[in-house]
């Protein structure tokens, strides 16, 4: 193991020298941060991380240091110094470079590892952040505190979405299953929620575990297929729930010393297809183990008692582990070191103890007992000792040839002898023998290197060929068959090829690497000689199937040519379905233990065998419908039957006609790379390439030409349609004119009535503004004569008071003048009065009749722009009806030269094909016989005085349509230069362009014709030179 302190560096190598990490702990390498201060301290790390490659991981310490470890360069870097504690991380975001990280004052923050920036800066949350989930995309985080989840859009990093809940019920954790679109939420309650990602909705709740083992939920894995849920807490019991069917269908209790459950992760494995098996528990006493959920055995443990483990993470390929230990170091495992114990192959189930060649044993001089792996003897007499040496230096010699031991310890012979005696192999070892018979090398880089090319195009649309209701099933086929397709190039032009592969597809379809190579060994080895007559069925290979039925059962064959039935129809569909069509699935396992048991002729055998086990049904068949579907359906067959009878035409077949004379013995497949499989007519398969090619070629060529027909068609339509819109838009703005015509007639005559209410309205008003301007002129000189009046009084009250003040001293004559003084004073202040009286009447009339004037100047001012609109409009409607009219008219003339062009085009096309035709006919006329050959020339001369004929009659027919076109012509255009400047514009530049394709149309034609004349010419010609 070895060991590296950061210290204060900000970059280096994670180790020195290549890691070889020990079989017993795993560990590549430990890593420590211990400052160099004067007092060194060791920084903890608290949270750890991997990418989504797998390959590079994420760790933080309390200290907020955060560093990036690259596995696969060796290289760690110091990316961030954020000052506080990191409390959770996240490193597989959309861009590869981006990580997410939450502070300790409830923060996340967003970093880029490149350039070390802030990216963003996220707030939220009012208590520390635990969780940090991403979805698949990257695109998506879900963010976890004990009070509230917040979902985020990393691309925008702003908040989209918070659940927010009772404070009674707590939050242990949300996050998205693993490839698809959906939320888990898990409560303190122990309820389980799952949400569209989407709209948010509620898809399903699943229901409360069982009281017999109820456990508050502490912890949460999930499958990579987000089928499958653990579940775990204070309890040393594991809760497993079916996501697909929503109920608990499994529950392991972990040992007694377990009593609680701190950290829940499912280990990945590449050939599992996110089914995965092995799931990682770390329990309260740091050992994290790792459980097999389908056997429920433990796997392998890391940690221990002294050095536990606090926090782990595992990568998503499933190569390395990560801890974060109690002591605050970060360790990396290794899993396939840790697994290799566990893949080792079990030791031999039978132990063969065979005799002394020449001396034989008394079972009275030696007793053994024979147990898996060892020897145990009883006690001996002295006279034994030598006999039982000489035995155990037997029993460590080679009893058998190298060739029978495979490299797992199984021995062939041995196997054999167990088949015979059982009929079958055990089902829990079966896939383990049968790859030892087949010595498969398990190259999985070359593997992945064909897996990495992709889909091929022969097998991109197999879902129409084969529709298989699995997709996983249809997915692995197609990347299997992809697989053999890009490993030797025939097996993209086989169409067998599915058929054959399918029922060790669907047996291996949860290790891909396996299912290739065993029909990769299945092709090499039981295939031979299958290729040489292709595309066509071997014949060779059933002229042997043929001749050892005509060996064994001269009457079942003389049935078949009677009924006109070959190989080709009783034997060839038994080899290309390798008989899954017509056996059962034990019963095919059953065949095959078989079948790779022994040489590769025993697949031929088993077709004659086939054949005369059925032999009672098959005589019974005279049509050949009857044999067809017998041949490709399940029969009432006993397959021990068959099998014996197979081994007893092995033994009994002559050797001259055994097929094990012409084909090898079994050749394995190599170790690192695949051989290279040739076995096969190169030449045609190169000629069928070459074939498609040119086929695909022209396939590509009148592609052009219909997308050239469909585009023009296309714009034929589009300018249909646009007509059709134009003529639909101006139908709702002829009817919102109608309406708006309406309107404004209704609003009209509202206008008139409302004026005869405001004349009747004024006319009220200027009879109250006369009864109150009289009621005001009575007030005024009704105030005025009171005045008036008062004025007199005063005066009378003086002249009496100063009469009497003078009294006596005055005389009569005195009074008298002085009262003829007072009155022509009193008669003009009266006229003052009246004057000024009439001055004021005078000006309110004079306001009144300027108000009037005011009020009919500003109603002719309104209603004068009003009748000028109406009039407007009505010059602008009739104009555009006129236009609309003009469009319409040569639309309808444009339409009808587009028609006639078709049609011409369409004899055109007709006049080529019959062309060709003749062409053709004369091809194939020049091999005949001279005279015949005179007769073809002869009738080729009438053809093309025909075609001439047709070509001037067509050219008169031109000539004679000419003026016609002409005066139309003459007639569009001056129609349309009667039209508005915009809509002339317009079809001057439809006309320019339809004119255009009808030259380019005429010009092709031509162009077309005299090709085909100079054709037919020089084909006349050949006859005369070859006669001469």
């Known amino acids: 193991m070895q060991s590296i302190n950061l210290g204060n560096k900000e970059s280096g190598k ?3 020298r290549k890691p070889s990490p020990a079989t017993r702990d795993g560990i590549i390498v430990n890593i420590i941060h211990n400052t160099s201060d004067y007092l060194p301290k060791v920084l903890r790390f608290l949270n750890v991380a991997f990418d989504s490659s797998g390959d590079s991981l994420i760790a933080g310490d309390h200290q907020g240091n ?16 954020t000052s506080q504690a990191c409390t959770a991380l996240a490193f597989n975001l959309h861009r590869k470079s981006e990580f997410l990280v939450a502070l300790a004052d409830y923060s996340i923050k967003c ?4 350039t070390k920036q802030l990216v963003s800066w996220m707030r939220g949350h009012e208590s520390s952040v635990f969780s940090i989930s991403v979805h698949a995309s990257g695109r998506y985080a879900i963010t976890t505190s004990s009070d509230t989840a917040q979902l985020w859009d990393l691309d925008t990093f702003q908040r989209k979405r918070k659940l927010n809940i009772l404070q009674s019920v707590g939050i242990q954790k949300v996050f998205f299953l693993p490839l698809t679109n959906t939320i888990l939420s898990c409560f303190k309650d122990n309820s389980i929620f799952a949400w569209e990602c989407d709209t948010l909705v509620c ?3 699943l229901p409360a575990p069982p009281e017999s083992s109820s456990i508050l939920y502490k912890v949460f894995a999930v499958t990579r297929d987000g089928q499958i849920l653990a579940a775990g807490g204070k309890s040393n019991h594991l809760h497993l729930w079916c996501l697909e069917a929503k109920q608990l269908f499994r529950i392991i209790q972990m040992p007694t010393k377990v009593r609680a459950i701190r950290h829940l992760e499912f280990l990945p494995d590449s050939f599992d297809a996110g089914s995965n098996q092995v799931l990682g528990v770390l329990c309260q006493d740091g050992i994290m183990r790792f459980v097999n959920i389908q056997t429920c055995k433990l796997l392998f443990e890391i940690g221990s008692l002294d050095e536990g483990i606090s926090s782990s993470a595992i990568s998503p390929h499933g190569r390395y582990i990560a801890s974060i230990m109690d002591n605050g170091s970060l360790n990396i495992y290794s899993v396939q070191t840790l697994t290799k114990e566990i893949n080792k192959p079990p030791p031999p189930l039978v132990k063969v103890i065979e005799d002394l060649p020449k001396r034989k044993v008394n079972s009275g001089d030696l007793k053994m007992k024979v147990t898996s792996g060892r020897v145990q003897r009883p006690a001996k007499s002295r006279e034994s000792k030598i006999q039982a040496r000489i035995l155990k230096q037997d029993l460590t010699g080679n009893f058998e040839n190298k060739e029978n031991e495979f490299s797992d310890g199984l021995n062939k012979k041995r196997l054999q002898i167990l088949l015979k005696g059982y009929g079958e192999y055990p089902m829990k070892y079966r896939m383990f023998i049968w790859r030892s018979l087949l010595q498969l090398p398990e190259n999985h880089t070359a593997f992945s290197n064909l897996i990495d090319k992709g889909i091929h195009v022969a097998f991109l649309n197999l879902q129409k060929k084969y529709p298989i209701k699995s997709r996983k099933l249809l ?13 030797s190039t025939i097996f993209s032009d086989t169409p067998y090829l599915p058929l054959l592969a399918f029922p060790f597809v669907k047996l291996f379809q949860n290790n891909q690497l396996i299912c290739f190579e065993v029909v990769a060994t299945l092709i090499i080895n039981w295939c031979q000689h299958w290729f040489e007559y292709f595309p066509n069925p071997p014949i060779n290979i059933l002229s042997m199937i043929e001749n050892v039925l005509a060996f064994h059962d001269k009457e079942l064959l003389q049935h078949f040519i009677n009924h006109d039935i070959t190989s080709q129809l009783y034997a060839w569909p038994l080899l290309e379905t390798v008989f899954s069509e017509v056996l059962t699935r034990e019963e095919w396992l059953k065949l095959f233990d078989n079948v790779f048991s022994n040489h590769p002729s025993f697949l031929l055998m088993t077709v004659v065998a086939y054949n005369i086990c059925s032999r009672a049904p098959l005589l019974n068949c005279n049509l050949k419908d009857d044999f067809k579907y017998f041949f490709h359906h399940r029969n009432n067959l006993d397959i021990s039957a068959v099998i014996r009878e197979v081994y007893r035409l092995m033994d009994t077949t002559p050797t001259d006609i055994h097929p094990d004379s012409m084909l090898d013995v079994f050749v394995a497949l190599t170790k690192g790379q695949y051989p290279v499989f040739n076995q096969y007519p190169k030449f045609i398969v190169d000629c069928q390439t070459q074939e498609r090619e040119r086929i695909r070629d022209d396939e590509l ?10 585009d023009m068609q296309a714009e034929v339509d589009q300018q249909r349609v646009e007509d059709e819109a134009w003529y639909q838009k101006q139908e709702p703005l002829r009817k919102a004119e109608e309406t708006r015509r309406e309107t404004l007639l209704q609003e009209e005559e509202m206008m008139i009535q409302q004026r005869q209410k405001l004349a009747a309205v004024k006319r009220e008003l200027k009879v109250k503004e006369v009864h109150l301007q009289d009621a005001a002129r009575r007030r005024l000189l009704q105030l005025q004569q009171e005045q008036r009046e008062m004025e007199l009084r005063r005066l009378d009250d003086e002249v009496e008071r100063k009469v009497r003040m003078r009294g006596r001293e005055i ?4 009074l008298e003048m002085r009262h003829l003084e007072l009155e022509p004073q009193k008669r003009l202040h009266e006229k003052n009065l009246t004057r000024n009286q009439e001055a004021i009447a005078k000006e309110m009339r004079e306001d009144a009749d300027a108000n009037k004037r005011k009020v009919d100047l500003e109603e002719h001012m309104f209603h004068r722009p009003i009748g000028t609109d109406q009039t407007q409009n009505q010059k602008t409607q009739k104009l555009t009806e006129e236009n609309l009219a003009k469009a319409e008219q040569a639309c309808l003339n444009t339409d009808w030269r587009i028609q006639a062009l078709h049609k011409q085009r369409c004899d055109d096309l007709h006049r080529n094909e019959c062309y060709q035709e003749v062409a053709k006919l004369l091809r194939k006329n020049r091999k005949k016989e001279m005279e015949v050959l005179n007769a073809v020339m002869e009738g080729e001369a009438k053809k093309w005085e025909e075609a001439e004929e047709q070509d001037f009659h067509l050219k008169s027919e031109k000539k004679a349509a000419a003026p016609s076109d002409a005066s139309r012509r003459w007639f569009l255009e001056n129609e349309i230069h009667a039209q508005h400047p915009y809509h002339k514009v317009s079809l001057n530049q439809r006309k320019t362009r339809w004119d255009t394709m009808e030259w380019d149309l005429m010009e092709r034609v031509r162009n077309l014709r005299q090709r085909l004349a100079t054709q037919a010419r020089n084909r006349c010609q050949t006859p005369h030179l070859l006669a001469t």
């Open 14 to 16: 994670i180790w020195h």
């Open 66 to 81: 955060i560093y990036v470890f690259d596995l696969y360069g060796n290289r760690f870097n110091l990316v961030q110094r």
């Open 111 to 114: 970093f880029d590892t490149v």
């Open 203 to 205: 898809k399903y709740q």
């Open 475 to 487: 997915r692995v086929l197609q990347r299997t068959l992809s697989a053999l397709a890009h490993w």
């Open 701 to 710: 060529d009148y592609l052009k030409e219909r997308q050239a027909v469909e």
């Open 811 to 814: 005389a009569a004559k005195d």
